[in-house]
């Protein structure tokens, strides 16, 4: 089993959706991605900060899943990060209601020097340089996972392009992958970033699944239909967070485990959408996953007689 080492935020949330509405709730791109990889048992640690308004118990919760928080940061007279968000009644766009970046304006990430030699790292989205600088306290890990958004293409390109040519793994959505490349084709525009640096691309394409794309070869892992979705935030870190956690707790990054990657991946993802905020990831039980890793396969699998 390999160390695992993430970074991102730790955060408040405030979300709206057709099926309610939530006050602060816990949130942040760190701990969902935490919270995933820790259905693997994995060591792992969260490079992250909060103000002191966050509470003990969250604290205290990461904690008992296993996660090692002495990286993460507390300001005791500072304020967490917090993010407000609407969604539509397609579920797919939401507009932002409130950004409050509060501690994490000045956040600079330390990697404790016992997880300095953790073979896969996994960048949440944050602003490239900021990423980049935790890519050099590392010592040669072999996995380096990143997670970005348009933000930073439109308003970092350079600084992106720079931590891009130094990662293994991108996770990105369709739109971004477009605009990333401005080509329509995903084929194509896995191809193209592919050039720029990271050997496996991950398309996430939201209720539609994710592709995986290494040289020539490509992977469709589909997701799962759902009676219910009730709140899409954090689905996109938790798909992530899987993602690295099975490979850290297997050590194999072929592409075929990658493969088995994305779809525990897609399975813990498939979960965090059914109820607001991080609940039902906290609350996941093994027996659970493996159920659901079951209705997977079970949903693509089928013999022909070919002839």
Known sequence: MSKLVIVGTVAFDAIETPFGKTDKILGGAATYIGLSASQFNIDGAIVSVVGGDFPKEYLSMLKNKGLDITALEVVEDGKTFFWAGKYRNDMNSRDTLATELNVLADFKPVVPTNYKDAEVVMLGNLHPLVQLSVIEQMNAPKVIMLDTMNFWMDNTWDDLMKVISKVNVITINDEEARQMTK??????????????????????????????????????????????????TGAGDTFAGGLAGYLASTGDYSFENMKNAIIYGSALASFCVEKFGAERI???????????????????QFDIALT
């Open 183 to 232: 080509e329509y084709s995903l084929v194509l525009a896995a191809q193209k970033i592919m050039k720029m640096g990271p050997k496996y691309v991950v398309i996430k394409k939201g209720e539609h699944g994710a592709l995986l794309f290494n040289k020539d070869e490509i992977f469709f892992a589909p997701a799962l239909p759902l009676k219910a979705v009730f709140d899409p």
């Open 282 to 300: 906290i609350n996941l039980s093994a027996e659970e996953l493996n159920k659901r890793i079951h209705q997977f396969k079970s949903l693509t």
